[in-house]
């Protein structure tokens, strides 16, 4: 069984452009939730969805976006990038959101903004 | 609001010795689970082991046990007989809506494992 894939696994960008980060599943899964890691603030929540609709969101500014198509894969926009924005995204995955459900994550986008 | 305390930046342990990770939590919600997680140099976080906050007895994953103290609101991970594999960064993790799946981290400990 595949596990969570995130592509890219590495991205660089520059300041001011936006960026696409995508997101796919375990197969059956329809929870995915997206996480900046970064060394100074650690593992922060950015967003939740659930059947193609925002759960939940995190304390991110509105430049942080995010969908979930109908296969459940997913894709967080992050608009006119700050050097700040350079971090670790992972996507994390969960068969159901009942609350002693694992999330199984990615490897992570390694996103370097320059 | 959840919060995740992990005093412990870095720890050294003995190949196959035992080793003790803390987490303490705070939170005003009843019902909660705890997670553990492990992230290596490659960046994945890997799912260890669970806890209920009504789960009368600790949880065990093979190597993984997890230390529940309800009233200290304590969580910490026990890792027997350690390997080299295990050095890597761990997280403890709090989830407590049923109705969404988010996680409240730890700032994590870095084990490292000597030969």
């Known amino acids: 069984k595949a596990g969570v894939t995130q592509t890219p696994r590495y991205l660089i960008k520059t300041r001011g452009q936006q960026v696409t980060l995508s997101c796919s599943p375990i197969?059956?899964?329809?929870?995915v939730s997206w996480y900046q890691q970064t060394p100074g603030q650690g593992l922060q929540f950015l967003f939740e969805?659930?059947?193609?609709?925002?759960?939940n969101k995190g304390n991110f500014p509105g430049r942080f976006s995010g969908r979930q198509f109908s296969n459940s894969r997913s894709e967080m926009n992050v608009s006119t990038l700050e050097l700040g924005d350079s971090a670790l995204y992972l996507c994390?995955?969960?068969?159901?959101?009942?609350?002693?459900?694992?999330?199984?994550f990615g490897q992570g986008t390694r996103l370097t903004v320059v | 609001a959840q919060k995740i305390t992990q005093t412990q930046p870095g720890m050294f342990v003995q190949e196959k010795e035992a080793v003790t990770l803390d987490c303490t939590y705070d939170t005003s919600d009843q019902s909660y689970g705890l997670f553990w997680y492990k992230q290596p140099s490659s960046g994945e976080m890997i799912f260890l082991i669970y806890?209920?906050?009504?789960?009368?007895q600790n949880a065990t994953e093979g190597r993984y046990s997890l230390n529940f103290q309800k009233a200290r609101k304590s969580a910490n991970l026990v890792i027997s007989a350690s390997q080299l594999g295990d050095s890597a960064m761990y997280f403890c993790?709090?989830?407590?809506?049923?109705?969404?799946?988010?996680?409240?981290f730890g700032k994590g400990t870095k084990l490292s494992v000597i030969p």
């Open positions: 969805y659930f059947s193609e609709t925002q759960r």
């Open positions: 197969s059956g899964h329809r929870s």
């Open positions: 993790a709090m989830r407590v809506e049923a109705g969404s799946y988010q996680l409240t």
């Open positions: 994390a995955s969960s068969l159901s959101r009942e609350r002693n459900t694992e999330a199984f």
């Open positions: 806890q209920g906050s009504y789960d009368e």
